[in-house]
């Protein structure tokens, strides 16, 4: 075999390996029709949007249907945001306008590692910025940027509390990728006081 025909063959096994498009992963799972897709794809274009937010908004895919193929392509872990994973104590540590900036929010800090939620978790400028505005280690997982909006105003407040958003929260309504609470318990038990957020995520995955 010569060298143009093993660089051919190489570069051909290189675009197999690449994932396929996010449409067409969902048109494979049945989870989108390529009428759909079609639609969506066109007011992406006008809108100049993300594919998975325009799925999100246009109602052809749930939250939850999209962010594991989301996360499975840029190899990061990922959360569906709810207010419960937020701890007041922490996500001012993130100051608001760099947050609303990157589309981040700073959801809890264990040993020193900040969890942050980001639309952007591939991004090494923001995670640079970011470690560099908070001092801290920072591991990054994806949300939909619509649910960061969404969820930025509040999380700023001054009466932004933890405890009386999560008292009603069953365990079964806060979902998060496993891969992220790669926590010792014993950790967490010494972390728990003084951070709602780490007691509702013992009290999840005890």
Known sequence: MNTLTQTVDSQRDRTNMLPAPLGEQLVRASLLTPQELETALG?????????GETLVELGFVDEEQLLPFIAENLGVPFVKLREGLIDP?????LPHT????????ALFCVKGELTVAMAEPQNLHHLDEIERI????????LALKGAIEKLLPRAYEEDFAVDTVSADIEADAVEVDQEIFEVDLQDLQSL?????VINLVNYIIV
Do not use: D, Y
């Open 192 to 196: 728990a006081e003084g951070s709602p």
């Open 134 to 141: 908070t001092g801290a280690h920072v591991r990054p997982i």
């Open 43 to 51: 007011e992406q274009h006008s809108k100049k949007m993300r594919l």
């Open 98 to 105: 760099q947050a609303k900036s990157f589309s981040a929010l």
């Open 89 to 93: 104590a922490v996500v001012r540590i």
